[in-house]
């Protein structure tokens, strides 16, 4: 199901409370792309979503904050192609060419830039279809798959409570930002979850809470959730997930070991849940505990 909001892709307004034509969007500018260190400095602003009237919108103030919201000032001229809109809107070409039709998925994969959350040393392949190494035997997940697994959660409805196991560097929780009321992100390993804190802090995002702890235990504490996605494989999804999903509720999480297939399961009653396989994946373990 496509959906027809004319909210995505996002506006420039989006980013510098500026007017823009439909469909644009500018990142701040920088010199290189993004590093932990290095993006701390820069003011991007990503626009979270904003649901229907039947779904509470964020505040008068807030969205005055955001509209008043300006890049940080340019200090050396920008030579790093990375930052151009067009190589970001080809990636999103490329990803509807492989099957993602959700038009709010879509806009939110052109909002967020990829680039930011990559090292620098890897910054040529931030739009390339692949995931990329992020340090601790971890991976950004290649954007196909995080539009996959957003656009099957999400089915074409709102999603007002949105739960990510396996935050990593914090790209998927930052599109997710873009279509979910409310995002929260669990990471187990500390020092991704540090670098996702860096990552995230210049894009100043207020619909995203950032969680240190075992994703295997969900958040209780912020349940129920009518999405929950999952970056990392188990041979099977913990109960404890299943259990903080709403009625109606939807959870994409890739299952397996070496064969791995991305699994949707759709909470249908207190004790009933209804599980649909789709497309074979690779994602790394899925582990308990932190580190």
Partial sequence: MKDKRSTFPLPLSSVTGGAAKPGAYAPAKVATPQTATRNAAHTTVIKPYVAPARVASPSKSHSDALARAQPAPQQTPRAD???????????????????????LVLGALEAVPRHRFIDEALSAQAYIDASLPIGHNQTISQPYIVGRMIEVMRNGGQLANVLEIGTGCGYQAAVLSCVARQVYSIERIKALHELAKNNLRALRIPNLRL?????????????????????????????????????????????????????????????????????????????????
């Avoid at 151009?84 to 509807?96: F, G, Q, T």
């Fill in 81 to 103: 192609l990375m930052v151009s809109d067009a190589i970001r809107r080809a990636m999103v070409v490329r990803v509807a060419r492989q099957g993602v039709q959700d038009q």
């Fill in 211 to 291: 969680h240190f702890g075992d994703g295997m235990l969900g958040l209780p504490q912020a349940a129920p959730f009518d999405g929950i996605i999952l970056a990392a494989a188990g041979l099977e999804v913990p109960q404890a997930l299943l259990e903080q999903l709403t009625i109606g509720g939807r959870l994409v999480a890739p299952v397996g070991a070496r064969v791995q297939h991305l699994q949707l399961i759709t909470r249908t009653g207190k004790s009933e849940w209804l599980h649909e396989t789709l497309e074979g994946c690779h994602f790394v373990p899925l582990r308990p505990g932190t580190v």
